[in-house]
């Protein structure tokens, strides 16, 4: 069994007055799934986030639909990969250590802590 890594585009869809909003609330999603081969890991990936659409009416009685766009990027984490790794991207940047400042955001304002100071 492979490990393999996914990022999945869902977005939510706001149906106001008999039209679709255009400007949409989106989120990518990072999921890992094993499989034997990229071909099963793309079908087992799909399914996925076909399973996790769902509707539901916000405060304004709108119907909101949140849909599977579909799947943005899938990798192989193969040896290269430690265990706890999830996903990784190889870029290129000009001198990111001295520039780490302007590259990262403060600590305070990671997810984790946004969300916990809620």
């Known amino acids: 069994m492979q490990r393999y890594a996914a990022k999945l585009l869902f977005q939510y869809r706001v149906h106001?007055?008999?039209e679709d909003n255009k400007r949409r609330t989106c989120e990518e999603r990072i999921i890992n799934i094993g499989a034997e081969d990229p071909e099963v890991a793309?079908?087992?990936v799909k399914s996925y986030g076909k399973s996790e659409q769902h509707n539901y009416r916000n405060s304004d009685g709108n119907k909101v639909y949140f849909e599977f766009v579909g799947v943005m990027d899938m990798m192989h984490l193969g040896n290269e990969a430690e265990k706890e790794e999830v996903w990784y991207e190889i870029k290129e940047y000009l001198t990111p250590k001295e520039?780490?400042?302007?590259l990262l955001p403060k600590e305070k304002d990671l997810h984790a802590f946004r969300e916990f100071n809620l």
């Open 42 to 44: 793309l079908k087992k």
């Open 16 to 18: 106001i007055d008999g």
């Open 99 to 102: 520039r780490k400042e302007k």
